[in-house]
């Protein structure tokens, strides 16, 4: 499954009538809701199929869903039982979060149209229910078009083609043999985005800080404006803007590194991410940061999935004081601010950052590839490259 992106130019009209069928499944939503944590509380158990069915007395106690595609409706429910099961699933994985919560005007964005009640057209789509709505297809769509995701982001619409393409799939999953013994260990950091264990510097991409920047700035002014005010909702549209250009960019920039490093290595270590001190940083750059690895990995661990590559996460104890070098445990502390890692035992002296995705390499490969194969023909002590970013290295085969 791929997805296009295209955005949206409703007439007025149009705008009013895709705000009113987004409204239909909000309501809906809720309304479902609502329904289960009733039935939880007198201990019923309902499942995605019980609520479906509910839609039909939901249409008789508000007969103004009859202007819903009736489709769309089901997709709703469907939509709450995956952030049901997201939940569950976040849950498990330790972060400390309450039951779903009612979706207000700005939190309910999207309306789903699978299979059915769509036509793309010559610069327009056709949304049943709703008509004809100006498209700007900066693309050609090729394969099969599986659904239609309509979304609202900051008062702007797009429009989210979903595509089955074969093809393409088989594509992806081709094993790319010229570098299939290659390895790499990721160390993910504020300094430099990823250092790796072939000593290879990607910087942190500056849009992070400085869209953080001004989110913050936008996120004050908000705070001194009057509640309902529309001076205040104004400022809360630019934010929303602000946010949406981070979410599009951080996405960018995480497809384009994780590509790189599916295409050229085999298996690639990285650290296992720390969701428990990532919840509790309250701290908008740091969260910002914490936002974009959490991505980049998902997306490292879905293209090597689909290259035929190994990702490998591994326990991010110790990485940074132990020696990649001779083996030493070592266990005195790495102050943040000391940039260089100095062996008590061999004397060696590498970047802090290099030898802990050294020893995330190392950690990866014990009880799999003797550790010799690491240590290759790398110089061991290197000067502290700053500004060198990641090697672009031949390809050797094509990944989407
Ligand atoms: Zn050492």
Redesign the pocket.
Known sequence: MRNYKFRLYPTKIIETELNRQLDLCRWTYNKLLEELNEAKEMGIKLKRYDTQRLLVKLKEEKPELKNAYSKTLQMVNQQLWNNIHTLAGRKKKGYKIGGLRFKGYNLFKSIFYNQSGFVIGNKKIVLSKVGKVKAEFHREIKGNVKGIIITRRAERWYACVQIDDPKHEKRQIKVLPCTENKMVGLDLGLNSFVVDSNNNYVDNPRFLQKTAGKIAMIQRRLAKKKKGSNRRNKVKLRLNGAYEHLVNQRKDFAHKLSTEYVKNYGIIAVERLNIGSMARNHRLSKSIYDAAWDQFVSFLSYKAESAGRKLIKVDPNNTTQD??????K?TGHLGLSQRTFK??????ELDRDYNASRNILIKALVGREPASMLVESRPILHKLKQAQTLKREAPCGSLG
């Open positions: 020696c990649s070098v001779c083996g030493k070592n062996c008590p035992n061999c004397k060696v």
